[in-house]
Each structure stands twice: as structure tokens, then as C-alpha cells.
């Protein structure tokens, strides 16, 4: 009977240490995976725009505006930019995709077509990235555009 006592005792001392190593694993492992995570995010591509709308006041309808957006990659690892779509047609001729490099500055372009509306006008131009933290954004133009008096 005391030999089964103590056999009772053993197994169960047995199965607080599994538990206590199998419950520190765990916990480690979780920490270890979070810092790896966080290490990851670090390495990562970083995209900061310095402004996501421009308002450009009073325009004439007269054609073609070029507006252009400042982003830079503050992350170390090159970031991507993929326009999705937005805006008017007539800017196919804009890059779709721009490459900046870690600690690099580009200038995104979009065009907005003055002839096709009057009155007041917003585009809104939608983009993809490689930046895990902005996977996508968007770019506003705002113009009051006047019909010229010919």
C-alpha cells in the first residue's frame, strides 16, 4: 500500500514537471515568434506619404493636369506601388508601378482631365503596396473647374 502511495506520488510529480516544461515551451515559443514577427515588420518595406489629397482651386477646362504625390520608403527592404484604378481614363500613360528602394523618395503622378466635367470635381485614385502595415491607399484630387468662354 505505501509502495502504491508512493508510485501515485512519482507519476504525479512526473506529470507536474511535463506539464510545467510543456507550458514554458509553449510560452517561449510564442515569444520567440512574436519577436521574429516584429523583427520581420522591421525589415519590411515603410511607405510615408507626405499628403493624401490636394486641393488645386479654380482650373479651366482646358485639358490635362499632372498632380503629383511625394512617397518615400522608410522601411529596408524596396517597396512596391501598383496603381489599382481611380480617376479618369485619360492617364493610361502614367507609370502603373513604382519601385522605390529602402531610404528612397519618388513621386507618384496622376492626371486629371479638366475637359470631361465642370463645376466641382474630385478623383480618387486608388493604389496597392508591399508595405505589410499599408497594403493599400488612396489619393483625392479636388478641383472647381470653370468652362472657358470662347
Known sequence: MIRSA???VLVGLWVAVVVAVGTVAVVFAGSTSR???QADERAAPALVLSRTARDLG???SRGLQQVRFEAKNRGRKRLVINRLGGGCRCDDAAPQTIVLPP???GKIAVMLDTRRAGGAVEEVFSFSTSDPA???FDL???AQIEADAR
Open 6 to 8: 508512493s508510485c501515485r
Open 35 to 37: 519577436g521574429l514577427l
Open 58 to 60: 479654380t482650373l479651366s
Open 103 to 105: 531610404g528612397q523618395s
Open 134 to 136: 499599408r497594403p493599400r
Open 140 to 142: 483625392t484630387v479636388r
